[in-house]
């Protein structure tokens, strides 16, 4: 550290290129440096948790309780073994990627209409707000009456959740499109369509992206509580019936791929950010 | 051939909480082609609103505005609107945000990249920022954008809506002669609105003054400073003291009249 600094002040006299070159490398450097303690801290707190759980458990609580993470890892093996562990993590999948989807596009279609209309947006507004702050879930029940224990109730509750987050999103972003970019379209002989396709719909697409990346977890929430409240396939199925069977390490090994699949989700989520709005983050 | 612009007996009323509220007085004022006229007065006063009703955004409560012989009824497409904030469309690159008129008007495609080329050279705009997006401009790149946005389409109009007044000082007056430079190959019609007199001064043919609310017109003064005008230095000489001193005069009296106070 010292030393670094040393050399590039002599260096400043003689060469200034080459100190300018020594401060961006010693910039780098320093900057590598706290991103690899923010990794080594991230481990550390993993470890300790991981380590106190272990310790805690078959000690002071009992493994029927808590289980242990050796157990939890070694089931998670067995299952990544097993064909119909594979099944369960299709199903979720597909409820949440078939809830993610229908409700997306009701929420976006419903959300720009109402967003370009003020008066479907007046006329709309107290069913929306009445209809959102009923908690969804409550709908499970009622939903399987109507379209049984399959695949279909959980895609439909999802959706739902789904819809009402992208929906305020794309409502949000449509509505609140500057006034003025709208008048010099028009001004340039733009119609309608022009504004919907150029303006409206490109502006309210950043409000749109925030709507889609806080509902995918909330797709896999819908799917898995579908699961738990009546199922015979999928993750949330597998926490359901590892409890009934008091099987601790079942739960927590399935709640774990919960977990993973919440990560993955993000993950390619905010790469897909990344790219089409390169010219937000500039 | 570019074309004048005439509002005959022009109101505009506005409903505000269900009260009637009276922005534009009755208001005459003839422009001739090629003009560049500049628009004066306390907030409120109806500036925009003239504006606005000269861009068919705005319907007149009563009378009329004409371009060149034709009443104005729908949007005025053959004018380009220039606003304070550039406009500019986020999303999109630099070139493709001067490209926009050229796509909403159809013009073949083959032929869009060399006129958008063409314009940002005009407004002296380094072809390297070509692709770069609005957030990576300064203010001044991005209102040569918004200038060549305004240029592409050949309109008879430049309706300019205080198009220079978030810009720094130094940076208005470069804008400025860039502006008058790009006026004096295009031939077109000017109105522009503002609050700085010493820039309509500089810029304009003619500095209408308007009145506090409801917006009539106090004077017209005809601006006989010669063109070429060096904008850098133009503000120090005599007769523009003297201009500016009786438009002065006649603004003073409504200044503590205006909605913003």
Redesign the interface.
Known sequence: MNENFTSSSESTNSNPQKAQDEALHLAATQEKRSHRRVIFGRLLVLVVFLGLWQGVSGRFIRVFWLSQPTLVVERLIKWFGSANFWIDVRTTLLETLLGFIFGASAGFAVGLSLGRSKLLADIFRPFIVAFNALPKIALAPLFILWFGIGLQMKVILASVIVFFLVFYNTYTGASNV?K??I????????TRR?ILL??VI??A?LWVFTGLRISVPYALIGAVIGEIFASNAGIGYLVQASASQFDTTGVFAGLAVLAILASLFNIVLERAERIS????S? | MSIGLHFQDVTRVFTKRGRAVEAVGPVNLEIRPSEFVAIVGPSGCGKSTLL?MA???LKPTSGTVQAGDKQITG???R?????Q?D?L?????VEKNVM??L???NTEKSSRQKIVDDALKMVNLDSAFARS????LSGGMRKRVAMARLLI?QPDFF?MDEPFSALDPQIRLIMHKEFLDLWATTNTTVILVTHDLQEAISLADRVVVMSGRPGRILDIAEIDLPRPRDMMNIQFTERFREIYTNLWDLMRIDLYRGENL
């Open positions: 500057e003025e970019i008048e010099i379209v028009r001004t340039m002989g733009g022009h150029k303006v490109p502006s697409l709005s390169r010219w937000r500039l | 606005n861009a068919g955004l949007v005025n497409v004018a380009a609107y220039m606003t904030h406009s469309l986020p999303w999109r690159t926009l008129p796509e909403i008007r997006y609005p957030s990576e389409a309706f």
